[in-house]
């Protein structure tokens, strides 16, 4: 089974500062999909980025950017010019590739404090 | 806002009661997925529809239960509510086939609490 480890329970940045949540994971799969979810204090998931394990190109969004490292099976994200409304808890998610069924499997969570 | 919605938005039910949680996909997703979120935890999967048929459960037990119309939208049955069933119920869908097939979007969430 997929295990998804965030190390890092809460992190915190200086507004227009840049942070790096990690995240690790643990497969024995080739074809997989790697995401981050941002859950403000409205508890709704929202999609911040997404990585195809086939593409060696890290995928970016704006000021969001992650370091997919395939074999060492990392997958962190950066937040460049940090801003208030990025202050909440991310996750870092796994999906099988390959078929229509995809549960995803979540890390535990990383609490994000956002400092003007 | 991803369009997919859910209701109730909060719900307070008994120890031994039943309770229902409804999901509307977001227009053209034709999957579902639903996951159960303790409080500080993130999400665990319970189960996922596609085509109206269960196609894939994590390990909860079969009081846990669902269905999808011909609409796509959904429902998540749980029956003999336990005290551990308090938590966040996020719904989650994925377009039809094409590149973001595998990719889930999410609802606001029931928060449901057991007494």
């Known amino acids: 089974a997929q295990t998804v480890t965030q190390s890092q329970p809460e992190m915190s940045v200086q507004e227009a500062e840049t942070v790096t949540l990690s995240c690790t994971y643990d497969?024995?799969?080739?074809?997989?999909?790697l995401f981050w979810y941002k859950q403000p204090p409205s508890r709704q998931m929202i999609l911040v980025i997404r990585?195809?394990?086939?593409?060696?190109q890290n995928a970016t969004e704006n000021r969001f950017s992650v370091n997919f490292q395939k074999a060492a099976k990392s997958f962190s994200l950066k937040i460049s010019d940090s801003q208030l409304g990025d202050a909440a808890m991310y996750f870092c998610?796994?999906?099988?590739?390959?078929?229509?069924?995809?549960?995803?499997?979540f890390g535990q969570g990383t609490i994000l404090t956002v400092h003007p | 806002e991803t369009g997919v919605t859910q209701s109730p938005t909060h719900l307070i039910k008994t120890r031994g009661q039943q309770v229902t949680l409804r999901c509307s996909s977001q227009?053209?997703?034709?999957?579902v997925s639903w996951y159960q979120q303790a409080l500080g935890q993130g999400p665990q999967f319970i189960f996922q529809?596609?085509?109206?048929?269960?196609?894939g459960r994590g390990n909860f037990p079969p009081r846990f239960s669902g269905l999808q119309f011909p609409n796509y939208s959904s429902e998540l049955n749980v029956n003999a509510l336990e005290l551990d069933d308090s938590a966040l119920y996020l719904c989650?869908?994925?377009?039809?086939?094409?590149?973001?097939?595998?990719?889930?979007?999410f609802g606001p969430g029931t928060r449901l609490l057991v007494l």
């Open positions: 990585q195809e394990a086939y593409k060696q």
């Open positions: 529809y596609y085509r109206e048929e269960e196609n």
């Open positions: 227009s053209g997703h034709n999957t």
């Open positions: 989650a869908s994925s377009p039809v086939a094409g590149v973001s097939q595998e990719t889930q979007y």
């Open positions: 497969t024995s799969e080739s074809d997989y999909y």
């Open positions: 998610a796994y999906r099988s590739g390959g078929t229509s069924y995809g549960k995803l499997t």
